[in-house]
């Protein structure tokens, strides 16, 4: 299926308005919007999360850059000037999860707001508003997939978009799409249990992970080491320290009652004001 489209929208004095920019635009609108709902729901303000766009989103961005000029250092060895060069497109959604995460972290911190309900909250938010951001990909071949002849190959014949092969390839966005839409209304499915603090976002990162590993196979970048893709090295590592996080909170683990202690299990214990990992202020 040949796909024409100019990654470039329009330009604006010396602004451009992209594909990519614009549905990533529209990921994080949809993104807050469902996870002020769950953080309503849950007694905490919901104008702290428009606080915490103002950490995040710089952080998302620095961080999707950083990930994405270290996966390709050779070349901006050579062009150092295009580090900067963001207009061009070039970013990586790892660094945006992490750097994204740790600076909604010391938010909270910083705050004194219950850790695991806040990222509980934008967990299914952020599966949706991933789904979203990646149509942008998939219309302008950001994530140029490997060569296939399957009847839904995909063939970017724009003299602009960013794979310039114009041959059939796997819709790699596609599947991360669909991926990311299952994850979705898996974690919503999530908010009618009676789950730990915690869960839902250990959960949305292990499956984030699981993704990206696994769409690592039908995509074309550099490979680090052991015939990976940086995406998949740090996928397997996150993947790692998810089912870690998630075993804590099975266990119970750092929660201080005898009770919680003696329970294997991610819902919820009928106790409250436990400390402990996911559980809110620690």
């Given at each position: ?21 614009f549905f990533t635009g529209v ?122 002849t399957l009847p839904f190959a ?129």
């Open positions: 299926m040949p796909i024409d489209v100019n990654p470039i929208i329009a330009h604006v004095g010396p602004l451009v308005l992209s594909w990519q920019g990921g994080l609108f949809v993104a807050l919007w469902l996870a002020t709902t769950h953080l309503r729901q849950h007694g905490v303000d919901p104008a702290s999360l428009y606080d915490a766009t103002l950490w995040a989103v710089p952080a998302s961005i620095l961080g999707a850059r950083v990930f994405h000029v270290v996966d390709n250092w050779n070349y901006y060895a050579m062009h150092p000037l295009d580090v900067v060069a963001i207009t061009r497109g070039g970013a990586a959604v790892y660094g945006s999860v992490v750097f994204g995460s740790i600076a909604g972290l010391l938010f909270c911190r910083q705050r004194g707001l219950p850790i695991g309900t806040f990222f509980d909250a934008i967990a299914p938010a952020q599966a949706l508003g991933l789904a979203i951001g990646r149509v942008g990909d998939l219309l302008t071949g950001g994530s140029l997939g490997r060569p296939t995909v063939a970017y014949v724009n003299p602009a978009s960013f794979d310039p092969r114009h041959a059939l390839v796997h819709p790699a966005a596609a599947y991360l799409i669909a991926w990311d839409l299952a994850v979705f209304a898996l974690l919503i499915w999530f908010r009618r249990q009676r789950l730990r603090p915690g869960v839902s976002f250990w959960s949305f990162s292990a499956l984030f992970a699981v993704g990206q590993f696994g769409d690592g196979f039908f995509r074309v970048e550099p490979l680090d080491a052991y015939g990976l893709d940086q995406a998949q090295i740090v996928g397997a590592i996150l993947l790692l320290l998810s089912v870690i996080a998630l075993l804590a909170i099975a266990t119970g683990v750092g929660v201080a009652t005898a009770r919680t202690a003696q329970v294997t299990s991610w819902r919820s214990p009928d106790v409250t004001g436990a400390p402990g990992l996911g559980t809110g202020r620690d």
